[in-house]
């Protein structure tokens, strides 16, 4: 069973389904620098998203030319190595904290 069976599933049992993300798996964002796709099926997903009011998140950002793609397709939510590392768990209080703090204050 796929994920869209499993919605449909779900919502033929009355659950109320409510999606307001839509994420870009890194696969797709390789396929960013492909010769011949050149990111099609990314700026589609993209656009599709934003045409629903979706956040669209992009995973697994590697390097400047993929940010570049998504920055000039209005992607604006963006994570992978490109920006930073994942964190041990004993360092993300250390590096989040300081931020929480200060919008705190504000």
């Given at each position: ?6 919605l449909h599933e ?7 389904i409510?999606?307001?993300?839509i994420?870009?798996?890194?696969s ?12 099609s ?7 599709m998203?934003?045409s ?13 030319e ?12 963006e ?9 041990p768990?004993?360092?993300i ?5 300081p931020?929480?703090m200060?919008s705190?204050?504000?």
């Open positions: 069973m796929n994920n869209f069976m499993i779900l919502k033929e049992l009355g659950f109320l409510s999606i307001d993300t994420k870009i798996d890194k797709f964002i390789d396929d960013i620098e492909h010769p011949i796709h050149q990111g099926l990314v700026k589609g997903i993209i656009d998203g934003q629903m009011n979706f956040y669209v998140l992009a995973e697994g950002i590697e390097n400047k993929q940010v570049q793609f998504l920055i000039k397709n209005h992607c604006k939510y994570q992978g190595y490109y920006f930073r590392k994942p964190l768990v004993e360092e209080e250390e590096y989040i904290l931020t929480l200060n705190e204050r504000i």
